[in-house]
C-alpha cells in the first residue's frame, strides 16, 4: 500500500504561480506513470499531466505551455509547476499512480 500525500494548494491571483507537491510513502520507481488530475465543483475529474518513468510528459490542451510536470523517483516525489494561472484552473487537485490517489489539495484562482 503506497500512501500519497498532496501540498502546496492554495489562493492565487490569476496570472500567477504554485507548485503542488506529492509525497509517497514508500518508492514510486516502479511505477511507470504517475498523474495529476484535477475535480471542479459539479465536474468530472480530469487528467491534467502525465510523467513517465523515464521522463515523458503528457499534458492536458488546457495547461499545456502553462504547467509543468516533474517527478524524483530517489525522493518519491511528484511536481505540478503551474504558471499564469486562470479562474477555471481552480479545482481540488490529486495525486495518482498505479490506481493509488492521495487526498487532494485545492487550488483556488481568483479573477
Known amino acids: 500500500q503506497v500512501q500519497l500525500v498532496e501540498s502546496g494548494g492554495g489562493l492565487v491571483q490569476a496570472g500567477g504561480s504554485l507548485r503542488l507537491s506529492c509525497a509517497a510513502s514508500?518508492?514510486?520507481?516502479?511505477?511507470?506513470?504517475m498523474h495529476w488530475y484535477r475535480q471542479a465543483p459539479g465536474k468530472q475529474r480530469d487528467l491534467v499531466a502525465s510523467?513517465?518513468?523515464?521522463?515523458?510528459?503528457h499534458y492536458a490542451d488546457s495547461v499545456k505551455g502553462r504547467f509543468t510536470i516533474s517527478r524524483d523517483n530517489a525522493k518519491n516525489m511528484v511536481y505540478l509547476q503551474m504558471n499564469s494561472l486562470k479562474p477555471e484552473d481552480t479545482a481540488v487537485y490529486y495525486c495518482n499512480g498505479n490506481d493509488f490517489w492521495g487526498q487532494g489539495t485545492q487550488v483556488t484562482v481568483s479573477s
Open positions: 510523467i513517465s518513468k523515464i521522463g515523458t510528459t
Open positions: 514508500a518508492s514510486i520507481f516502479s511505477f511507470y506513470y
